[in-house]
């Protein structure tokens, strides 16, 4: 979608927001995949309301992306304009054992300077890209650890009433992958409590996360992260690798040959082949194990 109305485009500038246009959303996304339309970037934070009348007024339909990372995006013109927010400055605040974060700060950026100040319990989410915002919404986590375990306040604009909220950690569900978020609050900021480490162990802590996602993840390819959430009890890369899927492809879209449920883009994917290849697996899946995936790359298809 592109913005033509000159009244819309005029307030902008005033509301502390970039209209970056025709931009393709290939350039935004880890799996390099997305079709092309006007990119709002939210430098004041504050204008928010004002910015979803505006857009609400105009009929213009959005949607809003965090860091890209966990996104699968249709191809071709897309029919809403994508909106961002621009971390501030500094993005990641301490005072004793909390952290006070924007939600547009860098999730790896977010976990160093917390362990500068000998704040720990996160090594786990270093090798993991993407916003804080991001994994808050979809409660992101590896070895063991989650974030909304961590999780105080949560700051957010809820959409549907237009107006801005501080959530308690305890009004908020944090699950598997799955949170109470509605699908159109956009997280702000976060204040976390986290245990003292010495900064020497933190730093140990994630050298082992490191070298372990170095030994099982394509770290140098496209991709989403992890394609499908774990059902319980099992393990998705483990029964797709039973089934001889790496390296099974559609197209360029490829299961990965170090981790099976690592979906990459080898060459010049669209979301029609990664979809495909998602749709063969799951299906696969189901007839010998009995097992329904569900996805855990968000997709943006209607």
């Not at 099982?216 to 774990?230: D, E, H, T, V, Y």
């Not at 495909?276 to 968000?298: D, K, P």
């Amino acid at each position: 979608m592109r913005i033509s109305d000159p009244q819309v485009l005029s307030a902008l500038p005033d509301l502390g927001v970039e209209c970056r246009p025709g931009l393709s959303m290939a350039e935004l996304t880890s799996l390099a995949i997305g079709g092309t339309t006007d990119l709002l970037l939210i430098r004041r934070h504050e204008h928010l309301p004002e910015l979803m009348s505006l857009l609400l007024g105009a009929g213009i339909a959005h949607r809003f992306l965090g860091g890209g990372t966990n996104v699968l995006v249709r191809d071709g013109e897309l029919p809403w304009v994508v909106l961002q927010l621009v971390r501030s400055e500094p993005d990641v605040r301490i005072e004793g054992h909390f952290a006070y974060v924007d939600a547009a700060a860098d999730l790896g950026r977010m976990v160093t300077s917390c362990a500068k100040n000998d704040l720990g319990g996160m090594e786990g989410l270093i090798g993991v890209p993407g916003t804080v915002g991001g994994a808050l919404r979809m409660n992101a986590g590896a070895y063991g650890m989650q974030i909304g375990a961590f999780a105080r306040e949560v700051r957010v604009y809820r959409a549907a009433e237009r107006r801005a909220e501080t959530l308690r950690g305890s009004q908020i569900s944090f699950e598997y992958r799955h949170t109470s978020f509605a699908p159109d609050d956009i997280m702000l900021a976060v204040k976390l409590e986290l245990p003292s480490r010495p900064y020497r162990e933190i730093l140990e802590g994630i050298r082992v996360c490191n070298q372990k996602r170095r030994a099982s993840q394509p770290l140098n390819q496209k991709s989403a992260g992890c394609i499908f959430k774990n059902p319980p009890g099992a393990s998705a890369g483990r029964m797709i690798d039973e089934l001889g899927l790496k390296g099974h492809a559609v197209g360029d879209a490829r299961v990965s040959d170090r981790h099976a449920n690592f979906f990459v883009n080898a060459g010049r994917a669209g979301a029609g082949d990664m979809l495909a290849l998602i749709a063969a697996v799951r299906e696969r899946v189901r007839r010998a194990y009995g097992a329904e995936l569900e996805e855990e790359v968000i997709v943006w298809e209607g």
